[in-house]
């Protein structure tokens, strides 16, 4: 019966109160919100969960044109609602590991007389702030019998303008050092290679600007550094091209083609190739290596070389034929350094001679002369 009257009384207050301004603080507009959701899912579900009444007290913000809560916030509406207002009575459980915790939000009164005691704490909050305001006043501007202070007293009008001024410039002193560390934080991120980003800092404009000029200095950084890598890589191909010109130069060599013109080829092939290396480097990927090598074909001579491997050849077919010749007459290990000597020092070697056993009788004679025979031998050859 005591809490019939004490409804009856609080509604009676309440339509006293129902010609009130909007709510404009939005801490207190949320907890009506959610005090009218709570009434709702109690009327609609025996059995819920706090996602379930975020998903309603959402949608419930969004309508009155606020911004949505997290399941974080909701939690701590709840906990405020029956700890700090005394308006709910909040039933939890555990149910055990896995198996998550069961809940229930009862309103200990109905949704407006609820909405009543919110919105009173919020009004008594704000009455005795004026209070204080005022009281603080009065202390500062009169004295214990209710006059004025004098001019020379040491709380005075200008002490209350001091008051202020000093708060003013310990809040900007806050600014400045909060975002001095999100300064620091900021070039700490970008990680910068040296210290010119000092001088930044020491600008005298707004955090804004020395962002957006940190901004500029770290991509002048990058791009600096992509250069030198660039560079750095260009280097190390053209060394690799340099490395496989010169291996194509020696097989080409080794063919027989002239040695000045191949290097003047090559040459002309590096120059226009060493700003893009990879053409040649990567020869599995791209043909212009194949190019280079059939062009050098086409243009470079070859027969100079050819003679020298025929000149090489003769000598060695010679070579072949006098040593078998010879070997029952002088000792291989003689014979063969003396022959190999002999066919070095000869301009133009020709089959006929040896057909007419012209270098037979020749490398005989040589024998005796130079005396490289021991008697045995020298009497061998001599029978």
């Known amino acids: 019966m005591r809490y ?10 309440f339509d006293m109160r129902s010609q009130k301004k909007p709510i404009n603080n939005k801490y207190q507009h949320k907890l009506i919100v959610l005090i009218s959701t709570l009434n709702y899912v109690n009327s ?19 309508n009155n044109g606020q911004k949505k809560a997290t399941l974080k916030t909701l939690q701590s509406y709840l906990y405020k609602l029956e700890k700090e207002f005394h308006v709910t009575s909040n039933y939890y459980r555990h149910l055990g590991e896995n198996c998550g915790t069961e809940i229930h939000y009862k309103l200990r009164f109905s949704k407006k007389v609820c909405h ?11 009455e005795d702030r004026f209070q204080q305001r005022a009281n603080s006043y009065h202390q500062q501007t009169c004295t214990n019998n209710g006059s004025l202070k004098k001019k020379g007293s040491v709380e005075k009008w200008e002490c209350i303008n001091n008051n202020s001024n000093n708060k003013k410039k310990k809040k900007e002193l806050e600014k400045k050092e909060r975002e001095n560390a999100q300064l620091e934080k900021y070039i700490k991120k ?25 901004i500029e200095l770290k991509k002048e950084e990058n791009r600096i550094e992509r250069k030198r890598n660039k560079n750095k890589k260009l280097v190390e191909r053209q060394k690799e091209l340099e490395k496989a010109l010169a291996e194509k130069k020696e097989e080409l060599e080794k063919e027989g083609y ?3 013109q191949l290097e003047t080829e090559i040459q002309k092939a590096y120059e226009k190739y060493k700003y893009k290396p990879h053409f040649i480097v990567e020869s599995g990927k791209y043909g212009d290596l194949r190019q280079i090598v059939k ?46 000597n002999y066919l070095s020092n000869q301009v133009d070697l020709k089959y ?32």
């Open 4 to 13: 019939y009257r004490l409804q009856q009384f609080t509604l009676k207050e």
């Open 44 to 62: 609609q579900f025996k059995k819920y969960n706090q996602n379930k009444i975020l998903y309603y007290f959402n949608n419930n913000l969004s």
């Open 116 to 126: 009543y005691k919110i919105n009173r704490h919020f009004k008594d909050k704000k």
């Open 190 to 214: 970008c990680e910068f290679k040296d210290d010119k980003y000092l001088s930044i800092l020491n600008l005298k404009t707004t955090k804004e600007i020395k962002i957006e000029k940190l």
């Open 258 to 260: 002239n040695e000045k």
């Open 295 to 340: 062009r050098i074909k086409k243009t470079v001579e070859r027969e100079k070389k050819g003679r020298k491997e025929d000149h090489k050849q003769i000598r060695n077919n010679i070579f072949s034929i006098l040593l078998d010749q010879l070997k029952n007459k002088v000792e291989v290990k003689v014979l063969a350094p003396m022959l190999r």
């Open 352 to 383: 006929s001679q040896v057909f007419d056993n012209h270098y037979y009788y020749e490398i005989l004679e040589m024998v005796k002369d130079k005396e490289h025979l021991k008697i045995g031998e020298y009497e061998k050859i001599v029978d």
